[in-house]
């Protein structure tokens, strides 16, 4: 089931200490523990994203419902403010911290730091908010659910059960990006009116750049979400050609994955930014992908359905259908062809621009669907010359298939309840939020706090070289 998909990086980010307001936010043992299993968890869960193969999906879940959890303790408050006795509150003070109430003071009190994996240039986004922190890390989750996915499609051999992994974890991913479009993004826009985020100088360049993050648009999220549908129909059309399934089922599943394909490229059109340079967007090269595999399962479609109009002895219809397969086909070799040549975000070289080695026109599963095309385009122009004698129609068919069986939805997602270490007034008592202070400019530690550091990214590399890289 040779598969390949184009995957964008992780999104980096800076230690957090948890020490909220400069280390003078917390007191008590049930605060001290709570801010160091923040630490703890937070550490843990960035550690397991460059491992693909080595933590199930499961354990991933398990520990990013673990940190979540503790970290909803910050935007959720379980015990009213009254019996927590986290009712002063002080003016926000003047550093993009919003104003807040007394309930709100726990989910800005500490900053985060994430970059953005559209941006050519590393930029870092800064925002005093733990819904900011929340969305982040799950859209790393969801990034890794893809590159597990990916990972395990890409080997030589795959058993049934790894197919089933590869379909559950694009699914659970497209789920969770799902979530973050209909929930956590407008919660981070109902809180960036009040406190925009700030972008940082470029950890490559140098240079400010003003380009506001974009991973966590709606419009980004739902490309994601549809791309992960429309990868998991890819594991069902496979499945159904190793099963015999008629070419009629192939068809309509084939032409609704081409038709998520378009809708996801569709979500990004409005994000490129003409000119290139340092402060480009690098959706380009992820719109390349989508629109090769629209292409290419579109090709899928129009074969499937020329074998299929062949078998109702409709044979000019059929040579019709395939000499359109053709050119879809010869419309995704062109778009690998751009693919390769088109800077993205899979890798950085010294310049910061990233660059790879995928070279998909010659991956088995593209090279197999030309043959295809080409030996049942042949059989029809046979068959006609033969038996039927039929008029080859000038106008290219317009499918009207609909699939009824094997279409990908996504599992739905919810955010863990608040840990059980919040759910005592005492927790929330010792949090002094009032008293803020920032550390010194000059501490060694808090400089290191602040780096934003990449995070490793997991070995993807199918595990027979053919010619092409996942991405």
Known sequence: MTHWFHRNPLKATAKVSFN????????GQAASRLCSELRTSRARLLEMFADVDGVPPDAMR????????????????????????????????????????????????????????????????????????????????ALWH????????????????????????????????????????????????????????????????????????????????????????????ARAEVLGHEAALVAALALHTAELYRRADA??????????????????????????????????????????????????????????????????????????????????????????????????FFLKLGQLIESALAKSQRENDFIYFHKVPTEEPRLQLKASYGLAEPVAFQMPPPSELWATPEVYAAFRLGRRARPPSSDAKGKEEEEVRPVKEPDLKPQKDTGCVVS
């Open 20 to 27: 909220l307001c400069g280390g003078h936010a917390s007191s």
């Open 62 to 141: 398990s520990a990013a419902d673990a940190y979540f959890s503790l970290l909803q303790g910050l935007i959720v408050v379980v015990v009213d403010d009254d019996r927590s006795g986290a009712t002063s509150s002080s003016a926000a003070p003047n550093d993009g911290t919003p104003a807040t109430t007394p309930r709100d003071e726990m989910r800005f009190a500490q900053k985060f730091k994430w970059t953005d994996t559209l941006l050519w240039t590393g930029a870092v986004v800064v925002r005093r908010d733990a819904v900011f922190e929340l969305a982040s890390m799950a859209f790393n989750v």
């Open 146 to 237: 893809t590159k597990h996915a990916a990972r395990t499609a890409a080997k030589e051999d795959v058993t049934e059960a790894e197919a089933a992994d590869v379909h559950r974890s694009l699914r659970v991913a497209a789920g969770i990006f799902a979530h973050l479009a209909d929930v956590q993004a407008a919660r981070l826009a109902s809180s960036s009116s009040s406190a925009p985020a700030r972008t940082t100088p470029s950890a490559v360049g140098g240079e400010e750049n003003n380009n506001k993050g974009r991973d966590l648009e709606p419009r980004v999220l739902d490309a994601y979400a549809t791309q992960c549908c429309a990868e998991a129909q890819e594991v069902t059309i």
């Open 267 to 364: 979500a990004l059109s409005a994000l490129d930014v003409s000119g290139g340079g340092a402060s480009s967007t690098s959706a380009n090269k992820w719109r390349k992908y989508l629109q090769l595999k629209q292409s290419f399962y579109a090709a899928y479609a129009h074969c499937y359905h020329g074998q299929t109009l062949l078998a109702a002895d409709r044979c000019g219809q059929s040579i019709r259908c395939l000499r359109t397969a053709e050119k879809c086909y010869a419309r995704a070799q062109a778009l690998c062809r751009d693919y390769r040549h088109t800077r993205g975000p899979t890798g950085r070289d010294g310049a910061g621009i990233t660059t790879t080695a995928c070279k998909p026109s010659e991956q088995l």
